[in-house]
């Protein structure tokens, strides 16, 4: 039992208490250290306050939704959302042009 995706490497198990949830979010946290991360309470309370149901993977930038994933368990796309971030931070070393 728990959350599984087919191109993450690694499993998480079901949560049973939110130390659970704080482990399982530490795990995607070194995946993108910079990255902000909000972990909800185990009885789901920003789930049902902001409609996430289904579960999703989002990247929320100044406060627009730039990336959504599938919905969740089994629409995560973990390679897709870690593109996303390899492709944001290849524009952030980048050096701009000034017009």
Same mark, same amino acid.
């Given at each position: 039992?728990?959350?599984?995706?087919?191109?993450?490497?690694?499993?998480? @198990?079901?949560?049973?208490?939110?130390? =659970?949830?704080?482990?399982? &979010?530490?795990?995607?946290?070194? #995946? +993108? @250290?910079?990255?902000?991360?909000?972990? =909800?309470?185990?009885?789901? &309370?920003?789930?049902?306050?902001? #409609? +996430?149901?289904?579960?999703?993977?989002?990247?929320?930038?100044?406060?627009?939704?730039?990336?959504?994933?599938?919905?969740?368990?089994?629409?995560?796309?973990?390679?897709?959302?870690?593109?996303?971030?390899?492709?944001?931070?290849?524009?952030?070393?980048?050096?701009?042009?000034?017009?």
């Amino acid at each position: 039992d728990g959350w599984v995706s087919s191109d993450a490497a690694y499993n998480i @198990p079901k949560h049973q208490c939110l130390q =659970d949830r704080l482990r399982a &979010a530490q795990l995607m946290r070194e #995946g +993108a @250290p910079d990255c902000p991360l909000a972990v =909800d309470t185990m009885d789901n &309370a920003s789930s049902a306050a902001y #409609g +996430a149901y289904f579960e999703r993977l989002y990247i929320i930038q100044e406060e627009k939704v730039m990336y959504q994933g599938g919905r969740g368990p089994e629409g995560y796309k973990i390679s897709e959302l870690r593109t996303w971030l390899d492709q944001y931070k290849t524009r952030l070393q980048s050096p701009s042009t000034v017009v």
